[in-house]
């Protein structure tokens, strides 16, 4: 039974990446390459330099979630280490999809050689996706109370009950901040139990945890041109829509998923669909393809360095058991 449910995600992730490129051939087939190239074109030189301070922002808001998680764990690791563990595993995470398995992986093998359990970086992933999650809920409330009107791209919804769901989920946040700051006894599941962050801690997701949703949402709406551009709040709550959904499906990168949502949610503005479609043309640019890019060859140099340290390390047993042979 358990080998058959490791074949579950990836059939999941496959049915979900033919599906949506069913429904997003069916969305672009009206679509011109060449108005999309012309769109890509037409982004100015500042458009592109603010989508690329926006991709930096939503990467150092990931280093900022490891170095929360360690904090947490009252382990102490450099800056450069967190950063370069956090930028590959996400990168990889984002693309290959299922991010809480293929980015405990990541984080199982680089932390390990760092000196954490198994136990630690079991917490250190669960703390570092539920910072994510917070962030997901903290921003989708804010939305869906101050800009309720961004639900109505997608669902058909009385602006009351938007309001009220939005309210529902600042109201989640509130609690989990106040269970920190009141010490709530430990969530037990048999023998293993889950406690509360202290309340530093808690502040720093608060803070943390929307950043890099923010500056994620932030390449789409750089991207896009000024007029006729809806703003960046409902940009940021299609976004998070959209980038959810992607995510649930276990798509890899979520492909076809982003895009079908992104492009329907948008369809009402006096955007074009080739504009909208060059600004995800650029996210995917800047926040998957090139970080993949670099995570490939982190990995590499990674793996190499470990690999030479191993066959050093025999070299020298081998050196130690010869001499001492020959002594004798």
Same mark, same amino acid.
């Not at 670099?294 to 191993?310: D, G, H, W």
């Given at each position: 039974?358990?080998?058959?449910?490791?074949?579950?995600?990836?059939?999941?992730?496959?049915?979900?990446?033919?599906?949506?490129?069913?429904?997003?051939?069916?969305?672009?087939?009206?679509?011109?390459? &060449?108005?999309?190239?012309?769109?890509?074109?037409?982004?100015?030189?500042?458009?592109? $330099?603010?989508?690329?301070?926006?991709? @930096?922002?939503?990467?150092?808001?990931?280093?900022?979630? &490891?170095?929360?998680?360690?904090?947490?764990?009252?382990?102490?690791?450099?800056?450069?280490?967190?950063?370069?563990?956090?930028?590959?595993?996400?990168?990889?995470?984002?693309?290959?999809?299922?991010?809480? $398995?293929?980015?405990?992986?990541?984080?199982?093998?680089?932390?390990?050689?760092?000196?954490?359990? +198994?136990?630690?970086?079991?917490?250190?992933?669960?703390?570092?996706? @539920?910072?994510?999650?917070?962030?997901?809920?903290?921003?989708?409330?804010?939305?869906?109370?101050?800009?309720?009107?961004?639900?109505?791209?997608?669902?058909?919804?009385? +602006?009351?009950?938007?309001?009220?769901?939005?309210?529902?989920?600042?109201?989640?946040?509130?609690?989990?901040?106040?269970?920190?700051?009141?010490?709530?006894?430990?969530?037990?599941?048999?023998?293993?139990?889950?406690?509360?962050?202290?309340?530093?801690?808690?502040?720093?997701?608060?803070?943390?945890?929307?950043?890099?949703?923010?500056?994620?949402?932030?390449?789409?709406?750089?991207?896009?041109?000024?007029?006729?551009?809806?703003?960046?709040?409902?940009?940021?709550?299609?976004?998070?829509?959209?980038?959810?959904?992607?995510?649930? !499906?276990?798509?890899?990168?979520?492909?076809?998923?982003?895009?079908?949502? @992104?492009?329907?949610?948008?369809?009402? &503005?006096?955007?074009?669909? !080739?504009?909208?479609?060059?600004?995800? $043309?650029?996210?995917?640019?800047?926040?998957?393809?090139?970080?993949?890019?670099?995570? +490939?060859?982190?990995?590499?140099?990674?793996?190499?360095?470990?690999?030479?340290?191993?066959?050093?390390?025999?070299?020298?047993?081998?050196?130690?058991?010869?001499?001492?042979?020959?002594?004798?």
């Amino acid at each position: 039974m358990k080998k058959k449910l490791e074949y579950v995600w990836p059939v999941i992730g496959l049915a979900a990446v033919v599906f949506s490129f069913w429904l997003l051939y069916k969305e672009l087939k009206g679509i011109s390459a &060449d108005d999309v190239w012309v769109s890509l074109t037409n982004i100015s030189s500042v458009q592109w $330099l603010l989508c690329v301070l926006a991709t @930096f922002v939503a990467y150092a808001a990931l280093a900022w979630y &490891d170095r929360i998680a360690l904090l947490h764990l009252g382990r102490k690791i450099s800056w450069t280490a967190v950063s370069l563990i956090s930028f590959t595993t996400y990168a990889l995470s984002h693309n290959i999809g299922a991010s809480v $398995l293929s980015g405990a992986m990541v984080r199982f093998r680089a932390y390990g050689t760092l000196g954490l359990s +198994i136990g630690e970086i079991g917490v250190l992933v669960a703390l570092c996706s @539920f910072t994510f999650g917070l962030g997901t809920v903290l921003l989708g409330g804010l939305v869906l109370v101050g800009e309720p009107e961004v639900m109505l791209r997608m669902i058909d919804a009385p +602006i009351w009950l938007i309001r009220l769901t939005g309210f529902g989920l600042l109201g989640l946040v509130v609690l989990y901040v106040l269970g920190s700051w009141r010490e709530f006894k430990p969530l037990v599941i048999g023998k293993f139990a889950v406690y509360y962050p202290r309340l530093p801690v808690t502040f720093r997701q608060i803070f943390a945890a929307p950043l890099e949703l923010i500056g994620a949402a932030g390449i789409i709406y750089f991207a896009l041109p000024e007029a006729g551009n809806p703003g960046y709040f409902v940009v940021l709550g299609v976004f998070l829509a959209s980038f959810s959904l992607a995510l649930v !499906s276990h798509a890899p990168g979520g492909l076809g998923v982003l895009e079908f949502v @992104f492009l329907n949610a948008m369809a009402s &503005d006096t955007l074009s669909q !080739s504009d909208v479609l060059a600004a995800l $043309l650029v996210f995917r640019l800047l926040y998957l393809i090139i970080p993949l890019g670099f995570a +490939i060859i982190v990995v590499v140099l990674f793996e190499r360095s470990r690999l030479s340290a191993t066959l050093a390390a025999q070299a020298a047993e081998k050196n130690t058991k010869s001499g001492t042979g020959t002594a004798e």
